[in-house]
């Protein structure tokens, strides 16, 4: 079965850091670009970082730019999201996807998800 | 890097069509070919329902639709029924980024 799950969130002070993970199980990571996309309580979705499927390729939305840093390590199966400087309005729970085409960082869709990591920072 | 516009809300009896659109601009929508949908049911994960426009996942019923018209991507959902009663977004690549709607939630009356 196609999986994923994140692990790492947690609850962090305002200018705190944390590192979240997405272990990926029933395919080849290697084979596939990988986003992650986060969501406000009651809030819509919002892209964050997505990371091409060699890993040379890393893009970030604006809001998390310079203090956000998204990596792979297609030997373990594992996405990465670093978190530094956070901030209250980073408060979301952060899912990892899976591009659904190989090949492509851009194309195909989110065709796997995770069940969602929970970050909260509050002082 | 601003979201795309999705209706609030929208509702349907059973066995009715709905369609939602989501509007953007020349550089995200209108550009490129790469609109996504997905269905979000409360507390749980987002599941894609259509991605590149039109195409369907497979597992996806073909009661889902999608389609595109120049600045403006609709999903049109057919043979409503109660499991339909969702959040729905839209995406769209742009500019190396991927943009998001602000989601529509769809009532089955």
């Known amino acids: 079965e196609v999986q994923l799950l994140e692990s790492g969130g947690g609850l962090v002070q305002p200018g705190g850091s944390l590192r979240l993970s997405c272990a990926a199980s029933g395919f080849t990571l290697r084979s596939y670009a990988m986003r992650w996309v986060r969501q406000a309580p009651g809030k819509g979705l919002e892209w964050v970082s997505a990371?091409?499927?060699?890993?040379?390729?890393?893009y970030y939305a604006d809001s998390v730019k310079g203090r956000f840093t998204i990596s792979r390590d297609n030997s373990k199966n594992t996405l990465y999201l670093q978190m530094n400087s956070l901030r209250v309005e980073d408060t979301a729970v952060y899912y990892c996807?899976?591009?659904?085409?190989?090949?492509?960082?851009?194309?195909?869709?989110?065709?796997?998800w995770g069940q969602g990591t929970t970050v909260t920072v509050s002082s | 890097q601003s979201a795309l516009t999705q209706p609030a809300s929208v509702s349907g009896s059973p066995g009715q069509s709905i369609t939602i659109s989501c509007t953007g601009t020349?550089?995200?929508?209108?550009?490129?070919?790469?609109v996504s949908w997905y269905q979000q049911h409360p507390g749980k994960a987002p599941k894609l329902m259509i991605y590149?426009?039109?195409n369907r996942p497979s597992g996806v019923s073909d009661r889902f639709s999608g389609s595109k018209s120049g600045n403006t991507a609709s999903l049109t959902i057919s043979g409503l029924q109660a499991e339909d009663e969702a959040d729905y977004y839209c995406s769209s690549y742009s500019s190396s980024s991927t943009l998001f709607g602000g989601g529509t939630k769809l009532t089955v009356l």
């Open positions: 990371i091409s499927d060699s890993g040379a390729g890393r």
């Open positions: 996807a899976k591009v659904g085409i190989t090949g492509t960082t851009w194309r195909g869709g989110l065709d796997v």
């Open positions: 590149d426009v039109s």
């Open positions: 020349s550089s995200d929508v209108g550009g490129y070919n790469y």
